[in-house]
Nanobody, 125 residues
Framework: QVQLVESGGGFVQAGGSLRLSCAAS????????MAWFRQPPGKEREFVAY????????VYADSVKGRFTISKDNAKNTVYLQMNSLNPEDTAAYSCAAGRRYGVDVTSTRYYAYWGQGTQVTVSS
């Protein structure tokens, strides 16, 4: 089992920045890729960013490319999402996910077995 706890969400004005953290614990983390997803109000959960086991490969949704950066600190079992140039369309509940399922796209929720509770990000115009 892997436990994931997000932090760092909050309120920010458009153009501002936030850094989300996802602290992982439990067996299985060392074999898991990590990702961030978000769920805007009234919409379905959507992929944001992915980082592989070794941290040398990342994938981003087109909507955040160039503004968001995913990174990980294996020594701290923590994954980060640095979010810059935020706009109101980035308002959502952000969740981190862990897992690795071969044959499934890394942008799919089905790739991941473990999920955090989420942290709210609200961007005002």
């Amino acid at each position: 089992q892997v436990q994931l706890v997000e932090s760092g969400g909050g309120f920010v004005q458009a153009g501002g920045s936030l850094r989300l953290s996802c602290a992982a614990s439990g067996r299985g983390f060392s074999n898991s890729a990590m990702a961030w997803f978000r769920q805007p109000p009234g919409k379905e959960r959507e992929f944001v960013a992915y980082i592989n086991l070794s941290g040398d490969n990342t994938v981003y949704a087109d909507s955040v490319k160039g503004r968001f950066t995913i990174s990980k600190d294996n020594a701290k079992n923590t994954v980060y999402l640095q979010m810059n140039s935020l706009n109101p369309e980035d308002t959502a509940a952000y969740s981190c996910a862990a897992g690795r399922r071969y044959g499934v796209d890394v942008t799919s929720t089905r790739y991941y077995a473990y999920w955090g509770q989420g942290t709210q990000v609200t961007v005002s115009s």
